[in-house]
């Protein structure tokens, strides 16, 4: 592969990285949400193509989540805004869907894991440009059999998806009476409980020639694994401050605006096959 390639595969990455660890520390939504995509673009830009290029993109995703999950989780619960009572009794369910979502990923074609994601993108985009915070389905957290088919379902979109709690938890959490703040903070948790598993998953996958970079193990490629992790971790926090200091309704709106454009995208490339 050329060098002069390879390093603005790195630089793009870094961007890409930077803002998304921006974006968790403000909004909450997870970085996978703009990775996937980006990750799609990177590796197709570079040549990588075939039936399984999503499940390097998936899968790599799911690899930063763990690390940044793990840290926004211990930077909540140092602020005792985690509600382990909900991470204990969802928990197990949305590592089931997680393996489930390995499994049904692993057997789909590209084009049908983008179509997934741009119309799963989708909703998530019209939620966070028109959903209003007051929304609710009920005042506390489902549970019993209601529980036992959200949680699995949780994990098994994100996986999909390649990404963490954040985009399917928090709006669950907030539509069933939980405080946005304490939303977020759990959401870290659905994060590490669905990227865990399914890199563990995603691993095991052995991916053809033409879709593995160089550096790839299983379904995971190392250098985009590294460039984004070290982008995120420095970002994070600048998010986290600007999420105290700034209104992010509007900010909000705006991301959902701009994913929708995302989605959209990735729904035509699927199209186009």
């Given amino acids: 592969m050329d060098m002069t390639a390879v390093l603005a595969m790195l630089a793009i990455l870094a961007v890409i990285g930077a803002f998304a660890g921006v974006l968790a520390g403000l909004l909450g939504v997870g970085g996978g949400i703009v990775l996937v995509p980006a990750f799609f673009y990177a590796f197709q830009t570079l040549g990588f193509t075939g039936d399984k290029l999503m499940q390097l993109c998936l899968a790599t995703s799911l690899a930063t989540i763990i690390v940044t999950s793990l840290r926004s989780l211990q930077s909540h619960n140092k602020k005792g805004a985690v509600d382990w009572d909900i991470l204990k009794t969802w928990g197990a369910g949305i590592a089931i869907g997680a393996v489930i979502g390995v499994i049904a990923a692993s057997s789909l074609r590209s084009v049908a894991l983008q179509a997934l ?8 985009g019209l939620y966070l440009a028109f959903g209003k915070s007051e929304w609710r389905l009920a005042e506390d ?10 949680s699995p379902l949780v994990g098994f979109l994100s996986v999909l998806m390649g990404i963490g ?27 590490v409980i669905i990227a865990v598993p399914s890199v563990i998953g995603f691993l095991m996958i052995q991916l053809p020639p033409e879709t593995r970079p160089p550096l790839t193990i299983g379904a995971v490629n190392l250098p985009a694994f590294g460039v984004v992790i070290a982008m995120t971790l420095l970002t994070a926090p600048l998010g986290a401050r600007l999420a105290h200091a700034t209104d992010p309704k509007p900010l909000k709106r705006i991301f959902g605006i701009f994913l929708l454009l995302v989605a959209a995208n990735m729904l035509r490339k699927a199209w186009l096959g």
């Fill in 165 to 191: 709690g954040g985009s399917f938890g928090v709006p669950l959490m907030t539509l069933y009476g939980r405080p946005i703040h304490r939303a977020v903070a759990t959401a870290a948790g659905f994060g």
């Fill in 141 to 150: 957290m489902p549970k019993g059999p209601v529980r036992w088919i959200l």
């Fill in 117 to 124: 994601f741009g119309g799963l993108a989708m909703v998530i």
